[in-house]
């Protein structure tokens, strides 16, 4: 989170020039409780969306990927720095970008690069409950919600968007909601999803 | 009857016994552990499912984690999460051929066919082991037993992980014959694997043999889930345990426990037995054979020892027994041996001995005779055979008792012995009678033996401080020229004998002129009983006649028998007989009707002559005499007085009380008693004095010689003297000469009986003799 505040900062600024509209997004799941670590992001309709912030880092702490669900946009490169003093060795089969992270320590000497949009599932092959998703999206605009649910997207050019909320343990798929922002519209959005846990696939004691 | 050998008994009862016991063991134990074989099949079935379905468990398990570490293969992985179809194909296919699946499927999360190794066919189109898919989700994989293709399988599915599950894999494992036999080899039964069809049961895989198996598809029915079950002829135990649904229908096991093999431990029990009872049998029936023959052996060898006893061996020494019993028997039977040959020795001695002389018997006499008779006929040689018999020897007994007898006898004996030669026999014949057998000796030659013999006799016998003087009369045979056998010999002596005996004589050499006479003997007293039944006895009547007035109105009643055809018989050849016999007593009676009757007639003719009758020892010892003659007097109107019965002293002397009665009774009816032939006996006067008597009769033996012997007078004299004095008549008999009436009339006899008067005659010749005499001059 604190690593993402750092780019809203630079889209609010720059927004200011151009009537820029704070997004606020609430998740809720079926009973009204509040979901986090759902991934929100907002597709821009009406023009292009410009690149912002293309780096983002996946720690592995305690054989454990940290975080478990990680959004970033089309063309970031992710490093994967290892904090255990084992090494691991990262990978993903998934068709945006297969990689193969041979069994290392401390920090690779290179990202790895995600140039096409899609869901991209890491793991580690030689501790297999150790998993990581990720999102790869074509928008500047995304965030996680909170414990509250709340995820802000910043300040959003007036025009048309499409609203999406994701997250890897969700039953299906909620439906987008094409959202116009402007002077005097709404900014703030709720999504209901239902996630359906993964049975235990592991057990990262032993 | 069958006889067995007691050893046969023996051994057959105990064998017999034992093969029982044998028999019965062996169907107790084959009945028990048929049964126990059958529950134990049972039982076996029971654990062999249990062990069954726990290795189906663990090869799944096993299987599946095979299949699990298979899944998680970094290239099988990469394979799948990125490959295309083709890709994905050829990696199931090589790592399914890793660990030597049969089938390898991948399914989408979507449950749609993505890949299939047998039959890319399918690929596309839902994958039919939902429910194992969902034990997969929940455990992480699972296998199950299904069935593709008519093929049974066993399917083991695990998620792919990358690293989430991208997909399933489903990996089988046919279930074939090999397997089934790997399952067999550990579970120890029969098995089977049957699908179960809308047409009946399917055999999928199985150890049983070919031909069993088409016969299994046969039999099998739907119900049956435990149990007997036949193929082939060979018998299960079965049990039948459903493994699981299918979409094709449920698969069940089907486990055989063969019966064949359950039991083969207790058919080889069975067959230890038998050979253990055989075994036993055999042994059994030789120890009984030895046992039986230790104790039947030694009751043959007593048996053995009883046959020879009973052959006459009885010097037989019995060997020692070391058994109680047999001992025992064999002690009884030594002893027996023993008793028997004292006993047998006795018997001999009393069959071939007198005990009284201790000479030979007749019997042995006989055997010697035939001996000798046997040797002479082959010497060519000759022998003599004597027969003496003792004179009055009855009287002898009658008067002086058994005891004087027997020791005569023995005396007389003992005089025989000595007066023959070494190698001559005496022996007892009889009673009063003896033989002498001369070997070497013809009959003519005999005389001497004879004469010898007959002067021992003149020896009187000292019995007591008694003297007796013994006669006997003697007989004489010889062979061969009398007889040829011992027999013959025998009757042709007895014949001289009697011929001697009759003539007075005191021996007599055989002569074939005796033999007509000897046979009218031995008939004579059958023919005295029809001789009295048809009067064909006579009385003769001596003359008793007084000295002091020389009447003879006194005759002694005389019996003779005219027979029809032998003529005249004398008193001397059948009274002696008659009185041995008893029929004395029938003479007697005939003699005393008659006697009384002719006294009777002479009494009513008015000469009155006093008869005197004979009566024998018997009729002494009569109690009814007195009243018969009483009857019979009464009848001829006979005076009592006139007639006079005449007793022997040794008629007196058997019974003497007796006697004494009867003579009472007779003198109370008035009648004479005579005491007979008195001086032969023993009784003196002073005995003679308390009888009821009234008349001595003075033996012929001491008046025969009256004129020429003193002693004889001497006797005589004093005889009369106190005869006279005791108030008796005296009477002397066989008085044949003048001188000696001369001289019995001086020595004051009262009558004289005897030829001088006259002969006994018939009773007409006695009237007419009667009448001359009383004319004739005194």
């Known amino acids: 989170m604190r690593h993402a505040r750092l780019p809203r900062l630079l889209v609010v600024l720059s927004s200011i020039c151009a009537l820029a509209v704070p997004v606020e997004v609430q998740v809720l799941d079926a009973a009204g409780k509040p979901l986090d670590e759902v991934v929100v992001y907002a597709e821009p309709l009406s023009a292009k969306a410009p690149k912002g912030k293309l780096s983002h880092i996946i720690d592995q702490v305690d054989k454990e990927f940290v975080p478990l669900v990680n959004v970033v946009q089309v063309g970031t490169a992710i490093s994967f720095p290892n904090k255990d003093n084992i090494r691991h060795n990262i990978y993903s089969f998934s068709a945006p970008k297969p990689f193969d992270l041979k069994l290392y320590s401390g920090t690779p000497s290179s990202p790895v690069v995600f140039d096409k949009p899609g869901q991209v599932v890491l793991g580690c092959n030689i501790h297999d409950w150790m998993v990581s998703y990720l999102l790869i999206v074509d928008t500047p605009w995304f965030d996680k919600t909170d414990a509250r649910g709340m995820a802000r997207l910043g300040e959003l050019p007036a025009g048309e968007y499409e609203l999406k909320v994701w997250h890897p343990y969700q039953a299906s798929a909620a439906p987008a909601q094409k959202i116009k922002l402007g002077s005097g519209a709404a900014s703030a959005f709720a999504f209901r999803l239902k996630l359906t846990p993964p049975p235990a696939s592991g057990n990262h004691n032993y | ?778």
């Not at chain 2, 135990?237 to 979409?247: G, Q, S, V, Y």
Request: with cysteine.
């Open chain 2, 1 to 778: 009857m069958r006889i067995r050998s007691l050893t046969s008994r023996i051994v057959v009862f105990f064998t017999s016994l034992l093969a029982l016991v044998l028999v019965a063991t062996f169907v107790l134990v084959s009945v028990a552990n048929l049964r126990i074989s059958r529950q134990n099949a049972a039982h076996e079935l029971v654990t062999g499912e249990r062990i069954f379905r726990r290795l189906l468990e663990q090869q799944g398990q096993q299987l599946t984690q095979a299949v699990s570490a298979l899944a998680t293969d970094y290239g099988f992985r990469q394979a799948i999460g990125t490959g295309d179809t083709d890709t994905i194909a050829s990696a199931l296919a090589n790592h399914g051929g890793r660990i030597k699946a049969d089938l390898v499927m991948l399914s989408r999360l979507d449950n749609t066919i993505q890949a299939d190794t047998v039959k890319p066919e399918r690929v596309g189109k839902s994958y039919p082991f939902v429910d194992l898919l969902a034990k997969a989700g929940e455990r992480g994989g699972a296998s199950g037993i299904e069935r593709i293709d008519g093929k049974l399988y066993q399917l083991v599915v695990v998620p792919v992980r990358a690293p989430i599950v991208i997909g399933w894999v489903t990996m089988g494992f046919e279930i074939n014959d090999e397997i089934a036999a790997d399952l067999k080899a550990l579970a120890g039964l029969q098995v089977s694997f049957l699908g179960r069809n809308q047409g009946g049961w399917n055999l999928l895989a199985s150890t049983l043999p070919p031909a069993q198996r088409i016969a299994l598809n046969g039999t099998l029915s739907d119900r049956q889930m435990a149990g007997r079950l036949a193929l082939e002829e060979e018998d299960y135990e079965i049990r039948l345990a459903k493994l699981a649904d299918t979409p094709e229908g449920p698969i069940h096991a089907l486990l055989a426990r063969s019966l064949k093999e359950a039991m083969a431990p207790f058919y080889a029990l069975q067959g230890t037995l038998v050979v253990l009872a055989l075994v036993a049998i055999v042994v059994f029936l030789l120890a009984g054979i030895r046992i039986a023959s230790r104790i039947t052996g030694p009751l043959r060898d007593l048996a053995g020892v009883a046959e020879r006893i009973q052959q006459g061996d009885y010097q037989q020494t019995l060997a020692t027994q070391d058994t109680r019993e047999i001992a025992q028997l064999a002690g009884s039977l030594a002893h027996m041996q023993t008793a028997i040959a004292e006993r047998e020795a006795e018997i001999t001695k009393l069959a071939f001995q007198d005990p009284l002389t201790g000479l030979p018997n007749r019997v042995r006499f006989n055997q010697l005779l035939d001996e000798a008779i046997a040797r002479a006929r082959e010497h060519d040689d000759s022998l003599t055979v004597l027969l003496i018999n003792l004179d009055r020897f009855q009287q002898i007994n009658d008067t002086l008792g058994h005891p004087t007898g027997d020791r005569v006898l023995a005396l007389v004996g003992e005089r025989l012995r000595e007066a023959v030669r070494f190698e001559d026999q005496v022996a007892r014949l009889s009673g009063d009678e003896y033989a002498v057998l001369l070997p070497g000796v013809q009959v003519g030659q005999s005389l001497s033996t004879l004469e010898r013999i007959h002067r021992t006799f003149d020896r009187r016998f000292e019995l007591g401080g008694r003297t007796l003087d013994v006669r006997a009369g003697m007989g004489a045979a010889g062979f061969p020229e009398h007889g040829q056998n011992a027999t013959d010999l025998l009757r042709c002596a007895d014949m001289a004998m009697y011929r001697a005996k009759r003539s007075g004589e005191p021996q007599m050499l055989y002569d074939p002129g005796m033999q007509s006479f000897r046979e009218e003997h031995l008939s004579l007293l059958g023919d005295l009983q029809q001789a009295v039944e048809r009067n064909e006895l006579t009385l003769y009547y001596q003359p008793k006649v007084s000295l002091a007035d020389g009447r003879a109105d006194e005759a002694e009643a005389l019996v003779r028998w005219i027979h029809p055809d032998k003529g005249f018989i004398p008193p001397g050849e059948f009274i002696p007989f008659a009185e041995q016999t008893g029929y004395i007593r029938e003479v007697t009676r005939w003699v005393l009707a008659h006697a009384i009757a002719q006294a009777g007639q002479w009494v009513a003719a008015g000469h009155p002559i006093k008869i005197s009758v004979n009566l024998s020892t018997r009729d002494l010892l009569d109690p009814g005499l007195p009243d018969q003659v009483a009857a019979l007097l009464a009848q001829h109107a006979m005076p009592a007085q006139y007639l006079c019965l005449e007793i022997t002293e040794s008629g007196l002397m058997e019974d003497p009380g007796r006697a004494l009665d009867v003579l009472n009774r007779l003198r109370a009816l008035g009648l004479s008693l005579a005491i007979d032939d008195y001086g032969t006996g023993y009784s003196s006067l002073a005995y003679i004095r308390r009888l009821p008597v009234t008349e001595l009769k003075i033996d012929r033996a001491f008046v025969i010689e009256l004129a020429h012997n003193d002693g004889d007078a001497q006797i005589v004299q004093s005889t009369i003297d106190l005869g006279h004095r005791l108030g008796l008549k005296v009477v002397a008999e066989g008085v044949e000469d003048q001188p000696t009436v001369a001289i019995l009339a001086r020595m004051g006899c009262d009558r004289i009986q005897g030829y001088v008067f006259g002969k006994p005659m018939p009773a007409d010749a006695f009237v007419r003799w009667q009448q001359e005499h009383a004319a004739s001059p005194a």
